[in-house]
């Protein structure tokens, strides 16, 4: 009785410790979502206005200058000496002074302009740079890359090229203090009537940049400008942490955080300009944001421990007065077995007075058991078979209640999500005995994302039910709370470990897709092998190596294994029951059977493809006896743009 009461008060307790868990879980995930939203939403207004002010300044910037290019190559003194016809070498000397002086002034005069090169279609080349003109007039003289000069040359006429981002060491050949680091070279084919084909390079350096972008740095973000080939133009702000263009352009604008190798959070935002096509990317460092949610997420549990400590008083007061009502209780039937029928009033302070309670119980149950034990052998066998009778009964009853109540636990609703055009699916479990081990199961982790989940318990029956009605509540639960399948599975694996005595375990399937692109994780727990699809293909099944089953090896790891549905594909996953199903003579239904059913209607909706099998397997075993449960789920991923 003292053991009894004992465990009688933790459980009392536990409710309330669970109540104040799970607010307190609901707390801090509600609000850490909220703050977090609303920074990344101020984080897009900003980004709104750097975007705007960079694509309003970096085009017209680029667009003048490419035009002011233009009129400089038409000028009198670059088209003369583009010719390069003069009759003695003093003319052209003259001509080659005049050029320059004009160039230099001209790219000191535009703010884009870092230097202007012109090459002849024979690769000669003339022009002038900061530190330097550049007159080679032989195209042997012409030190720029092959693969520079071919890029050029094959630009037809009208097309801008962009080449680069180049140092400024290509050209010079050599380099020094202020040789620029960063140069994009604007190259395109002009053809003017005066001197035929000419090639025109207009050399932009990152100081350009410089201005543009300073008044966007709020040390906290870092600024990537790449080219069209992801090599990256310049950027600004603190040094940057990831170097990866195509991590940092595929990642952002996506409104999730992210984070480093450090456990450092950011997030990427990113845009691309019209013209050039360049692509700029802003990256935040969130985790000053994440230090206040960590603060908050502490008031609260601070908070929570003081509410769990009031609990605890009123508890222990209430415990005190329940106690006392058991003493009250003890004292009644010590006077009923001394049969002193007066009121007694006495007022317990110990818990060992329920000891002595037992006791006299027991004796007065001996008493009575002597008494009636004449009786009991007169009406043993009537009451016995009466007894067998109503526990039959009781039995039957139970297991109907049991089936529906199994029935009711998987969802059995379709469509299961009417509202929901990006897949259809459908499932079923037919049982061997009245209830079974099998179960499916399938709902929305969130909004983009779909989990589904077979299972086959080991053995029959009642036991099979309820050990099925725990696994499948433990998978829901870890799934829900955003984990992958193989975290989910080790999880639950933990936690049918730690009181399996009948050494019962589960086989799972279990898959998360996002159903925005068609992309999910899959692990597969000693299950049978799914059935995939492809739109307009066979159903063929995807064999590769399984993990142990879940429930009895506490050391058992799992792991995912990614895959990616198009519109039009379907998978159709199953239990054992299905494969091995028996007929009268011995032979099983097998994997071939199953392909040949599920191949008879391949383009069929999912509720018809499950039909098409079920009748495939009563015809195969025919009067046979059911041997195990007959579950089966199948989904046709449609996409976005599903019908």
């Not at 990344?40 to 750097?50: C, D, I, S």
């Not at 080659?96 to 002034?105: F, M, P, Q, V």
């Not at 352009?249 to 999730?256: D, F, L, Q, V």
């Amino acid at each position: 009785m003292k053991q009894y009461l004992k465990s009688l008060r933790l459980q009392l307790l536990l409710p309330v410790i669970v109540v104040i868990l799970a607010v307190v879980t609901l707390m801090t995930t509600l609000f850490s979502r909220a703050y977090i939203n609303m920074i990344l939403q101020q984080e897009n207004e900003v980004n709104a206005v750097g975007f705007e002010t960079v694509s309003q300044s970096v085009t017209p910037l680029i667009n003048t200058s490419v035009s002011e290019v233009r009129n400089i190559l038409a000028d009198e003194r670059v088209a003369s000496y583009a010719r390069l016809q003069y009759p003695t070498p003093a003319t052209l000397i003259h001509a080659r002074i005049r050029c320059k002086d004009y160039l230099a002034s001209e790219i000191t005069r535009h703010e884009g302009i870092y230097g202007l090169l012109f090459m002849r279609k024979d690769e000669s080349l003339f022009g002038v740079l900061p530190e330097g003109s550049f007159f080679r007039d032989h195209p042997e003289e012409n030190q720029l890359p092959a693969e520079m000069k071919a890029q050029i040359l094959e630009a037809s006429l009208g097309q801008t090229v962009w080449i680069g981002p180049l140092s400024a060491s290509v050209f010079y050949g050599f380099e020094n203090a202020d040789t620029a680091r960063n140069v994009m070279v604007c190259a395109w084919k002009n053809v003017h009537v005066s001197y035929g084909e000419c090639y025109a390079l207009m050399l932009t350096d990152e100081t350009v940049f410089d201005g543009l972008f300073s008044v966007l740095q709020d040390r906290k973000s870092t600024w990537h400008l790449y080219a069209e080939d992801g090599s990256e133009i310049w950027h600004a702000g603190p040094e940057a942490e990831h170097t990866d263009p195509g991590m940092l352009i595929n990642e952002s604008n996506k409104g999730k955080l992210l984070h480093d190798e450090n456990g450092r959070p950011f997030c990427l935002f990113s845009m691309t300009m019209a013209s050039p096509e360049w692509t700029l990317v802003r990256e935040v460092n969130m985790e000053n944001y994440e230090q206040v949610v960590h603060r908050v997420r502490g008031a609260i549990w601070i908070a929570a421990g003081l509410v769990f400590l009031v609990a605890l008083v009123f508890y222990a007061l209430w415990l005190k007065k329940f106690m006392r009502q058991f003493n009250s209780l003890q004292n009644e039937i010590i006077r009923m077995g001394q049969g002193d029928l007066e009121s007694i009033e006495f007022r317990p302070f110990s818990i060992n007075e329920f000891e002595q309670m037992q006791r006299e119980i027991n004796r007065t149950c001996d008493a009575l058991t002597q008494q009636m034990d004449t009786i009991r052998r007169m009406e043993r066998e009537q009451a016995e078979q009466e007894n067998r009778k109503k526990e039959q009964e009781r039995i039957e009853r139970e297991l109907v209640v049991a089936r529906e109540i199994q029935a009711n636990v998987l969802p059995n609703e379709f469509p299961a999500f009417p509202d929901r055009t990006e897949f259809d699916l459908f499932a079923s479990m037919t049982p061997a005995k009245e209830v079974g081990g099998d179960f499916y199961d399938f709902f929305l982790t969130d909004s983009d994302h779909l989990a589904l989940v077979i299972a086959d318990v080991s053995g029959k029956g009642i036991p099979a039910a309820l050990f099925m009605m725990v696994s499948k509540t433990l998978i829901k639960n870890e799934l829900l709370n955003g984990c992958d399948p193989a975290t989910a599975l080790d999880r639950v694996n933990q936690r049918l470990c730690e009181r399996n005595s009948s050494m019962m375990f589960v086989t799972v399937w279990v898959a998360v897709l996002e159903i925005s692109t068609g992309k999910g994780l899959a692990c597969n727990a000693g299950h049978e092998h799914p059935a995939l699809r492809r739109a307009d293909g066979k159903y063929a099944l995807v064999k590769y190596p399984h993990a142990v089953f879940v429930g009895v090896n506490r050391k058992a790891r799992y792991q995912n294994r990614a895959f990616e549905l198009h519109p039009g594909d379907r998978v159709f996953v199953y239990t054992d029951g299905v494969p091995e199903a028996t007929a009268g003579s011995g032979e099983m239904f097998g994997e071939q059977r199953l392909a040949a059913a599920l191949n008879t209607c391949p383009d069929g909706k999912p509720e018809e493809i499950l039909r098409t099998v079920k009748s495939a397997v009563d015809a195969f075993v025919g009067d046979a006896e059911q041997f195990d449960d007959l579950t089966m789920m199948c989904i046709e991923y449609k996409g976005t743009d599903g019908a």
